[in-house]
């Protein structure tokens, strides 16, 4: 069975900490995502990677960065966290060219 | 630059019932996927139309689309109480690098 693994369900950090959420696909996927997911403004796509150390900004990318230094392993950081980054935080990953994206179960962040 | 519309933002129906949701969105695309989404879960993917398609079937779900008018339905026959979910259409422009996501229709199926 296919398995998309975030890190953490839930987390709780203090404004100002860096915060790791990491996220692992055993699918063999070139193509990874990471979605923030808040009521009524549906997905953000904050930064995707097509390939090992390769990353691309999407939408939402300020505050955020990536890390991809293996190809099941897609990491998003928050350098300093803020308030305004507490939110849902959603991995995807999708073989490419095929469309289909394979979520995590997702990670609920709160920011105080 | 937000694709995908959903509509309606909420639709509650009894158990039996056909629920019918639409997504439009601004610009071309090369597919249109259907995602549901249980409470507080990750996404599950439902269907993939490709742009040169008007309709597909995948057990109790349709999906149309209509390039002409930008848009997509999709229709979930003799819903059933487990059916309710959040429900989500995403446009595909660029060939999988990037995804958008509507803001989705809330099912509720009363049993």
């Known amino acids: 069975d296919v398995k998309v693994t975030q890190s953490s369900r839930y987390l709780v950090k203090r404004t100002g900490e860096k915060v790791f959420l990491e996220c692992v696909q055993d699918?063999?996927?070139?193509?990874m995502f990471w979605y923030r997911q808040d009521p009524g403004l549906g997905l953000r796509l904050i930064y995707f990677?097509?390939?090992?150390?390769?990353?691309e900004k999407g939408d939402i990318p300020e505050g955020y960065s990536v890390s991809r230094e293996k190809k099941e392993r897609f990491s998003l950081i928050l350098e300093s966290a803020s308030t305004n980054q507490t939110s849902m935080y959603l991995c995807?990953?999708?073989?490419?060219?095929?469309?289909?994206?394979?979520f995590g179960e997702g990670s609920r962040l709160t920011v105080l | 630059s937000q694709q995908g519309e959903e509509d309606p933002q909420a639709l509650s129906i009894q158990e039996g019932e056909n629920a019918t949701m639409n997504c439009s969105y601004k610009t071309s695309i090369n597919n249109l996927q259907w995602y549901r989404q249980n409470s507080g879960r990750g996404l599950v993917h439902l269907i993939l139309?490709?742009?040169?398609?008007r309709e597909k079937h995948s057990g109790r779900l349709r999906v149309t689309l209509d390039t002409s008018k930008k848009s997509s339905s999709l229709l979930i026959t003799a819903s059933r109480a487990a059916d309710t979910a959040s429900y989500f259409c995403a446009t595909d422009a660029n060939y999988g690098q990037n995804f958008v996501f509507g803001p989705g229709t809330r099912l509720s199926v009363l049993p």
């Open positions: 990677s097509y390939d090992v150390k390769m990353k």
């Open positions: 995807a990953s999708m073989r490419g060219g095929t469309g289909e994206l394979f």
């Open positions: 139309i490709r742009s040169n398609e």
């Open positions: 699918m063999d996927h070139e193509n």
